[in-house]
């Protein structure tokens, strides 16, 4: 790892000085390589940032980062120049950040609450963009709908902290009680935390206590024909809406 990862040391930076490390071409669009960055690559189901990265000679409109072969690239239109060594200024669109971090974490919200009363639900993916949804193997009632939705804005509004950090394989399969097939076990890992709720497995960034999130609308629940459920669901209120 050639990058800094700062978004996961300081979820709440915005900007940050980093020196080009590379600067490569990708038909239209250009992809840089820096030392350190605030900017958080796709990833974990969460959508990846925005904004500059400004230089003395260019400016580069960050419009997606990705994680590929060990690096973070920063992907967008390049106007003017950006050379390897100079030192840069990034720039967060912290409105996007922000409430991308309130909707992962309310995602995860509603996952602890759904497997606290159902606990023979299995979660197969999740998605935490403007689309949000959360699938499970096993059924979710439709007819719980509103129920469910006030109860878990119930638990949001007691304000619990949200604790992320880095761990290993071997903490999150002693802690875990869900754990992908996927997760590699020759790399650093990371545990999220929601009050007393079991800790899960995580990549994202997140706010600080589920108050921060505003509140949860479950928007539907959609029995699938394979015996799964989709539970899509949105924000509402808070800032940045």
């Keep these: 790892m050639n990058t800094k990862q700062t978004y ?3 979820a709440y930076s915005q900007k940050l000085s980093a020196h080009v490390l590379l600067v490569e071409a990708n038909g239209a669009k250009t992809m840089i390589e820096v030392s350190d960055t605030v900017f958080y690559p796709e990833g974990g189901g969460q959508p990846s940032d925005q904004g500059r990265i400004i230089g003395p000679n260019g400016e580069l409109k960050v ?13 967008g239109t390049l106007r003017g120049h950006l050379q390897p060594g100079e030192t840069v200024q990034l720039e967060l669109k912290w409105s996007l950040r922000h409430r991308n971090m309130r909707v992962h974490a309310a995602g995860h919200l509603v996952h602890d609450f759904l497997t606290s009363i159902i606990p023979d639900l299995t979660p197969i993916k999740g ?24 109860k878990i804005n119930e638990v949001l509004a007691t304000n619990l902290p949200i604790q ?19 997760l590699p076990k020759n790399k650093p890992l990371r545990i999220i935390q929601i009050g007393n ?12 206590s589920t108050a921060e999130i505003g509140s949860i609308v479950i928007q539907d629940i959609v029995p699938q024909a394979d015996n799964t459920t989709i539970v899509k669901y949105r924000i509402s209120g808070g800032a940045n809406n």
């Design 63 to 75: 419009e997606f980062v990705r994680f590929k072969d060990g690096r973070i690239l920063h992907q």
């Design 127 to 150: 998605n935490h963009s403007a689309n949000a949804f959360l699938q499970y193997a096993g059924e979710i009632d439709p007819t719980l709908k509103p129920e469910l939705e006030r």
């Design 8 to 10: 996961y040391f300081d």
């Design 197 to 208: 709720y079991p800790p899960m497995p995580d990549g994202g960034v997140h706010v600080k």
């Design 164 to 182: 992320t950090r880095e761990s290993t394989y071997d903490e999150l399969a002693a802690k875990c009680k869900f754990l992908p097939a996927t």
